[in-house]
């Protein structure tokens, strides 16, 4: 199975969007699954149903952070890398999709969404482009890390 399929698969099961992506990737992660999903956790909704920046591209910011990420605060030529990759991954993410944000990208008006989750039912995922946005992101960060699939 592909990884945007694996990534798909996995918010089909419940996980979020942050969730999902982060999941897609989790080889190349060197912590535990269950821990890596509680640390990715708050990110879904738009950031604890904030409705703000995508879950998808939370995760895909966190991939990012694994392959490019730094530890030294005085790195510069690092942070410079990190941070291109994240703007071309968002700029890839939203030029598919229009946005980044969560709310605009759900058609919802609020900025705020009630804390309790919804049920996903089969209604809810005909009217939530989650899945596919899980997706998209997961199909950019093969593109932006020059991944083979």
Partial sequence: MKRNEI????F?????CAQ???????DVFDIEEEELV???????????????????????MIVIGQYYGYS???????KAKLYATEQEAAKLFAEKNGSIVCRE???LTRKQDSPVPEERTKEY???????????????????????KE
Wanted: aromatic content about 6%; charged content about 20%; some cysteine.
């Fill in 105 to 107: 990208l759900l058609g």
């Fill in 12 to 16: 089909l099961q419940g996980y979020n």
């Fill in 38 to 60: 509680k640390l990715v956790s708050p990110l879904g909704g738009g950031m604890g149903k904030l409705r703000e920046v995508c879950g998808a591209v939370s995760g895909m």
């Fill in 20 to 26: 999902a992506v982060v999941l897609a990737f989790k």
């Fill in 72 to 78: 030294d605060p005085k790195d510069a030529q690092t």
């Fill in 125 to 147: 995922y005909k009217k939530r482009p989650c899945a596919d946005l899980v997706s998209d992101a997961v199909e950019v960060l093969i593109q932006v890390l020059g991944l």
């Fill in 7 to 10: 990534g798909k698969s996995y």
